[in-house]
């Protein structure tokens, strides 16, 4: 998601809470407005100046606001970045409800779809510059085994988990596969082409796409339930190519 398309999607939140709320009292209504357009400005501004160098009475002077109302809403920088990312999560939620609830015939091709519609809007220079400071910065706070980043993760991965026991149920994957470790591969294919996206220059999330369904082709190979009709990997297959992302 880019940040553009995440501000305009908090602001559009922020308008369908304060409609579903308007029996709220008035105070409570400003408060909605005043945390989104919080969110919204400090992710403006970790666009720009990057997550690092952005504090928290950057975003309280760009807001017109005092530097303990930012405290009040957000304790610590690390909250915005765990609020951001959720965000991102909820306003993507759609796309992956239509992937999970009409998936391909091919389970390579629904996982390639979902890891796609994860990364389908970072695009433009300016938006993969953002995404490697968050990752960097969600690299520097994920300090426990079980976080609000990892919190985040799992409800990715509760998508990867929906399609697997759909593919389980109809016959395509053995159902003598552990589920939640299929799943963590299957993240890990995710988590290892959105850094690759965010660090080339050239690379689209069109090309992941393509990237993706052979990574998780080949790593289903010995998944495939033995009456699915399913072909193997063909003798000989190789792991998919890097030639030519030496110049992305």
Not at 24 to 32: A, E, I, S
Not at 56 to 63: F, L, S, T
Not at 177 to 203: K, Q
Not at 214 to 220: T, V, Y
Request: proline share 6%; charged share 30%; glycine share 4%.
């Amino acid at each position: 998601m880019t940040s553009r398309d995440t501000a305009r999607r908090m602001e559009g939140r922020a308008t369908e809470r304060q409609t579903e709320g308007l029996d709220l009292p008035l105070r409570d209504r400003k408060k909605v407005r005043q945390r989104t357009e919080l969110l919204r400005i400090a992710l403006e501004l970790f666009r720009q100046e990057g997550f690092e160098k952005t504090r928290m009475e950057d975003i309280a002077a760009r807001a017109l606001v005092s530097t303990p109302t930012v405290y009040n809403y957000f304790p610590t920088k690390r909250d915005v970045l765990i609020e951001i990312l959720m965000e991102d999560r909820r306003v993507a939620r759609d796309s992956f409800e239509r992937v999970v609830s009409n998936p391909p015939a091919e389970p390579a091709d629904a996982f390639a779809t979902l890891i796609y519609k994860n990364m389908s809007d970072i695009r433009r220079p300016e938006d993969k510059r953002l995404w490697r400071e968050l990752l960097a910065a969600v690299a520097l706070s994920h300090d426990s085994e079980r976080d609000p980043f990892e919190d985040n993760h799992e409800v990715f991965k509760g998508y990867i988990k929906r399609l697997l026991v759909h593919y389980m149920q109809g016959g395509q994957i053995s159902d003598q596969i552990p589920l939640e470790l299929a799943a963590d591969l299957i993240f890990a294919v995710n988590s290892h082409n959105l850094r690759y996206l965010v660090a080339s220059r050239f690379c689209s999330p069109e090309r992941i796409r393509k990237i993706a369904r052979e990574q998780i082709a080949l790593l289903m190979a010995s998944w495939l339930a033995p009456s699915s009709g399913e072909a193997a990997a063909p003798k000989g297959a190789k792991p998919p190519s890097r030639a030519g992302r030496k110049h992305e």
